[in-house]
């Protein structure tokens, strides 16, 4: 007593957080996925002769202690006129899609980051074009009509070697006494070219060809950095979905409403539901089925990899939920069970409407379950 006067606030904490770890724990092991009475979950749990007494927490009353697993977002609550019932929150489930669409949000900021920096490249392109003294379009215009003129000169010119000496290198004169550009020019202008004065183009034979300008090869550059970039994410989300498709070969979220299912799951022996069968009322997150089970009407719980398709007798009404994967184009479809091959666990089945309305078709027992009613 001595000890817990001292600090009295630590020893219940630490009492508090060893009971909630347990309760937590034996609710995640018998009811995983159920809706069930808080005050059941209780009495099973303090059947353990070691477990930790609720009087030696902080909390007063199981109410205050169910109202507190709600507020810190571990288990829904509800408060009915049965009293208080909990479903427990998988903090697995959570932090698997808060990754993910971390991954996402992370993967946005990326791309925009590629986007301003490849703006910022083409930016600084221009600007380097501007300095250098115009831009591709008006040196393009320079040298073309430099080339034209030079054309045109060779084609006119008419002199002769006596008349090279005394005349300058840069012109000559024929017999109407026009100056024309002499055939040295036209050397030169190809010696020019040959030694990059003109770098925009490269000479090949009587052709010349535009090289790509520095801001073309930017562009393309960071245009193939992308497409490699959105490539390589591609192939990223192929590999994934070919791993995903061989650890599990059915079909994810089969389940729908209205259909006969039975339930496998070895948690919810106790409780006398494993291998019972009920119809299901509705779909929680896509995976999770509220299921009231039949004979007794309770409502139940249960993942979808916990549950089994059932197989009526010949006559009665199926719908095609595809869980064995081998259906293609018929999921969702009603159709009456014809006849049954126990040796191939297989069925014939007719769809009964729609476009495929009188098809006949045999389907393995986890493509198609009863319909209820």
């Known amino acids: 007593m001595e000890i817990f006067g001292q600090n009295p606030t630590k020893i219940v904490d630490a009492y508090s957080r060893d009971f909630e770890t ?9 009811h995983p996925f159920s809706r069930v009475a808080a005050n059941l979950v209780y009495n099973e749990f303090i059947h353990d002769r070691n477990h930790v007494h609720m009087n030696s927490t902080k909390w007063i009353t199981l109410s205050d202690f169910v109202k507190y697993l709600g507020r810190e977002g571990k288990c829904k ?13 998988h903090k697995e489930a959570q932090d698997l899609e808060k990754r993910k ?18 703006a ?18 008006e040196l393009d215009d320079d040298i073309q009509h430099e080339l034209d003129r030079e ?13 090279v000496k005394g005349l300058d290198r840069g012109t000559t004169t024929n017999n109407d006494g026009r100056n024309k550009r002499s055939a040295f020019d036209a050397v030169g202008v190809a010696d020019d070219m040959e030694n990059g004065k003109s ?19 930017l562009i393309e550059r960071d245009l193939k950095a992308k497409a490699s970039k959105q490539q390589l994410q591609q192939e990223q989300q192929e590999t994934a979905a070919a791993t995903a498709a061989l650890e599990s070969n059915i079909y994810k979220h089969w389940i729908r409403k209205n259909i006969v299912v039975k339930v496998m799951s070895p948690a919810l022996k106790p409780h006398g539901y494993y291998k019972q069968k009920g119809t299901i009322l509705d779909i929680i997150d896509g995976h999770i089925a509220e ?31 595809g869980r ?9 479809e009603e159709a009456e069970l014809e006849k049954i091959d126990t040796r191939a666990y297989q069925a014939k089945l007719r769809i009964k409407r729609g476009p495929h309305a009188g098809q006949s078709v045999w389907c393995e027992y986890d493509d198609f379950s009863k319909l209820d009613g």
Not at 22 to 30: A, D, G, P
Not at 101 to 110: F, G, I, M, P, S
């Open 77 to 89: 609550v509800e408060d009915t006129d049965k009293g208080w019932f909990i479903t427990l929150i």
């Open 101 to 118: 669409l971390k991954k996402e949000q992370t993967d946005r900021d990326a791309e925009e980051r590629q986007g301003r920096i490849l």
């Open 291 to 321: 299921i009231e089970m039949l004979g007794s009407g309770d409502v139940v719980r249960v993942d979808e990899a916990e549950l089994e398709t059932v197989v009526p007798r010949p006559g009665g009404m199926v719908v095609i939920v």
């Open 324 to 332: 064995g994967g081998k259906v293609k184009g018929l999921v969702g």
């Open 151 to 163: 054309k045109l000169d060779q084609c006119s010119l008419g002199f002769s070697l006596q008349n």
């Open 22 to 30: 347990s309760f937590l724990e034996h609710l995640r092991r018998t």
């Open 120 to 137: 910022a490249q083409v930016e600084r392109a221009h600007a380097a074009a501007g300095r250098g003294g115009g831009g591709p379009d």
């Open 199 to 217: 770098s925009e183009y490269a000479q090949d034979g009587h052709h010349r060809q535009k090289k790509k300008s520095k801001l073309e090869e």
